[in-house]
């Protein structure tokens, strides 16, 4: 397990940016993929990003590419979410996921939420139009 916080969150106009922060604590954070998910009052928990161990490897929802990225630095214990030109339906909270995941790979994977054991406290993100 590893313990996650995450910060960065806030209001925002529409077209404006805002970067997502999630430190973990732990030595092994290196081994660990990261994933990026967010829920919207009344709505699923859904997936936005992920990226894989070494951060050579990353995923996207289709409402977030181009627009949203998501990095990692593994010296920091740190993964990211830069978000640009955030939209009103980009409003949520976000939740920071750590998984093992050397047991699959690809888009179904890294996407399903059921694969990520460790779970921030989500920060929420609010983008008023």
């Known amino acids: 397990q590893v313990q996650l916080v995450e910060s960065g969150g806030g209001l925002v106009q529409a077209g404006g940016s805002l970067r997502l922060s999630c430190a973990a604590s732990?030595?092994?954070?290196?081994?660990?993929?990261m994933g990026w998910f967010r829920q919207a009052p009344g709505k699923e928990r859904e997936f936005v990003a992920a990226?894989?161990?070494?951060?050579?490897?990353?995923y996207y929802a289709d409402s977030v590419k181009g627009r949203f990225t998501i990095s990692r630095d593994n010296a920091k214990n740190t993964v990211y979410l830069q978000m640009n030109s955030l939209k009103p339906e980009d409003t949520a909270v976000y939740y920071c996921?750590?998984?093992?995941?050397?047991?699959?790979?690809?888009?179904?994977?890294?996407?399903?939420?059921?694969?990520?054991?460790?779970w921030g406290q989500g920060t929420q993100v609010t983008v008023s139009s």
């Open positions: 996921a750590a998984g093992s995941l050397y047991y699959c790979s690809g888009y179904g994977c890294y996407s399903d939420p059921g694969h990520f054991g460790s």
């Open positions: 732990g030595r092994t954070f290196s081994s660990y993929a």
């Open positions: 990226i894989n161990w070494s951060g050579g490897r990353t």
